[in-house]
């Protein structure tokens, strides 16, 4: 099967080869299938109620602690929990946001993005039809792989930007107070929490390359976004058992929350580092598993 989806029963003569596609041109024709992608996924409700969701739960819980105050700190919590003093500043809630939704949350949203791309067309039918014109397998895979990328991306910028709007509406434009009490200027915070949003963003990326490598493989939609749940929540499971020691620090999840270092004082960057590190291998290894198995995958019977 060629990579752009057409069949032919006898192989074509050295005069009716086609060229081979230049650089150019295949970067031009990324970006009529973004542009393509992009068109097809907005105007969808449920790119709008996913990207919503996002926005709607760090407004619940200001509401929440605005409400009910914020919860004394338990006995081994952590000392970058910023959950314990969330009402402290509005600046704080961004990162209690993040704090609370990044280990599932976002999860989900990441795997509803990824999860989604190719399942989803297989499943309605599309998929055939846009195989069934003249276009690199790659460069649809890599379309789709951006366009669910950049809405991940959305979305993680989204929780923080609400916990800062709702936030400062609720508790004021002070200093941040960190779980340790030490304080950092607006200023200063705000420069930690755009780092700190950056790394959730990337940090996630191994989840959604397994949800795009799902998609690839499967016709469910539920299948790919629950695999790739799944393989977050059993990343966690893992790295909450002490007995594993060391091995638990090349799990997908184990640096997730390793952006707390920033707060630190002395900051922490290792931890972060190594999180960022950690991700390379799985999102190498799925994204090629991705692109191995869709470029070769019968579509079109």
Request: proline share 6%; aromatic share 8%.
């Amino acid at each position: 099967m060629s990579e752009s989806g057409w069949y032919s029963h006898k192989p074509p003569g050295p005069l009716l080869m086609r060229p081979v596609p230049s650089s150019q041109s295949r970067l031009a024709e990324l970006r009529r299938l973004v542009a393509l992608e992009l068109r097809t996924q907005l105007p969808r409700p449920r790119t709008w109620l996913t990207l919503g969701f996002a926005a709607l739960v760090p407004l619940l819980i200001t509401a929440a602690f605005a409400v009910g105050g914020a919860p004394t700190a338990a006995q081994g919590a952590s000392e970058t929990d910023f959950l314990l003093v969330a009402t402290r500043s509005g600046l704080d809630m961004p990162l209690a946001a993040l704090s609370a939704m990044a280990p599932f949350l976002l999860v989900v949203l990441v795997s509803i993005f990824a999860g989604e791309t190719l399942s989803g067309e297989a499943s309605s039918g599309r998929l055939r039809a846009l195989l069934a014109r003249p276009v690199s397998r790659s460069s649809l895979l890599a379309s789709k792989a951006l366009v669910a990328t950049g809405l991940s991306v959305v979305a993680c910028i989204e929780v923080t930007v609400a916990g800062l709007a709702s936030g400062v509406a609720a508790f004021g434009w002070h200093r941040v107070v960190t779980p340790e009490l030490v304080s950092y200027s607006q200023g200063a915070s705000l420069e930690r929490i755009v780092l700190s949003t950056g790394y959730v963003a990337v940090a996630l990326g191994g989840v959604g390359a397994f949800a795009l490598f799902v998609s690839t493989v499967t016709d469910s939609v539920i299948g790919a976004v629950g695999a790739g749940i799944g393989f977050a929540l059993l990343s966690e499971i893992l790295d909450s058992i002490p007995a594993l020691g060391s091995l638990r620090d090349g799990l997908p999840t184990h640096y997730l929350l390793a952006w707390g270092g920033l707060f630190l004082q002395p900051a922490q960057l290792h931890p972060m580092l190594a999180g960022l590190l950690v991700q390379v291998p799985y999102i190498g290894l799925f994204s090629a598993g991705a692109w191995w198995w869709f470029t070769r995958k019968d579509v079109l019977s």
